[in-house]
């Protein structure tokens, strides 16, 4: 109970010195970005090779639009906001493709009941960012694939194929087909615990919300952040798990060191839940799991590489082991 009291009182500070506490005038950052990331177990401090095993990402986002200055036919998306409708606050559009891959631990042509089903997802992330100095709102929405369409079996194959690892057999007994229509919401808040000219410290809360056929969750996430230039961006992205942050948007020199975490209520998850017979694992789903990260950040000029760990606990209730992986990513500005 205190935990929880201790989580609301620090996120309600937030909202509040986030978005009353605006001064700078905000800047749009001129350029696009294409960006890549790599998810996997096997870049994580132990190799395990299990449940979320594999994530990668390619993406584009526009450069920034202050539509409360510009006047051009987009001119309608600053209204796309739940916080900042009708606030001032720059505006910039991203979209990527992504695949994630799941597996048991084991590698035989069966799924035991403590490990997690085969399953494979191939979609569209497409969305809209709004950045205030000290508040960034990421509203968004997945459209793809699961099953045999989503090429995980063939991905991992490929991989397994050219670095001689072991072949996974059980591919036949993945989550089914099914189209995917999964919007999600985040919004962070920026407070600064100090500052200078030259290290500064800050604390990143994040609200999380996703409701679709294959994710249905609400999560509360805090990161704390020390190093130099902290205001180039909002955080680093990810794909499954905490908060998914926008790209750097400044060319100044930043490095810093992160770490944090948070609780998330999961109410649907397809991969645990499965949607065929052979993959059914839904009636031990966890209801409650806590995520975990930490990492460091480098940018300078648009160019922003990056690695973070992440650590989760249980998803069911006869998994027998918690879980972790390693992002690698890298942006480039133009």
């Not at 594999?54 to 916080?83: C, I, L, P, Q």
Request: charge should be neutral; hydrophobic fraction near 35%; glycine fraction near 8%.
């Amino acid at each position: 109970m205190c935990r929880k009291v201790l989580l609301s009182v620090i996120f309600v500070f937030i909202f509040f010195n986030s978005v009353y506490a605006e001064s700078s005038e905000l800047v749009p950052y001129k350029k696009h970005s294409v960006y890549g990331m790599w998810e996997n177990d096997k870049i994580s401090f132990i190799h395990t090779d299990r449940n979320y095993t594999n994530g990668v990402r390619y993406g584009y986002t526009s450069k920034e639009y202050d539509y409360f200055k510009e006047d051009n036919k987009m001119s309608w998306a600053k209204n796309v906001s739940v916080v900042n409708y009708n606030k001032p606050h720059i505006t910039r559009f991203h979209i990527s493709i992504n695949q994630e891959m799941y597996t048991p631990e084991h590698r035989r042509n069966i799924t035991l009941i403590n490990e997690h089903a085969y399953g494979g997802f191939l979609y569209l992330n497409a969305g809209i960012y709004n950045r205030t100095e000290n508040t960034f709102e990421h509203i968004g929405i997945k459209t793809g694939v699961t099953g045999p369409y989503s090429f995980a079996e063939e991905a991992q194959y490929f991989i397994h194929k050219m670095f001689n690892k072991g072949i996974f057999y059980g591919w036949d007994r993945q989550v089914g087909t099914e189209f995917i229509f999964n919007p999600y919401y985040q919004w962070t808040g920026r407070a600064y615990i100090f500052k200078t000219d030259y290290v500064s410290m800050d604390f990143l809360g994040t609200l999380d919300i996703a409701a679709g056929n294959a994710d249905t969750h609400f999560g509360a996430y805090g990161i704390i952040r020390i190093g130099h230039n902290l205001d180039n961006d909002f955080g680093v992205q990810k794909i499954n798990a905490l908060s998914d942050a926008a790209p750097v948007h400044s060319d100044k020199f930043s490095f810093y060191f992160f770490a944090g975490g948070g609780p998330r209520i999961v109410l649907y998850n397809l991969f645990i839940a499965g949607n065929n017979s052979t993959s059914d694992l839904g009636y031990n789903t966890n209801l409650l799991r806590w995520d975990a990260e930490c990492g460091v950040v480098l940018s300078y000029y648009g160019v922003r590489v990056g690695y973070s760990w992440t650590y989760y606990t249980k998803e069911y209730s006869s998994q027998p082991y918690n879980h972790s992986y390693g992002n690698l990513f890298i942006e480039i500005s133009f």
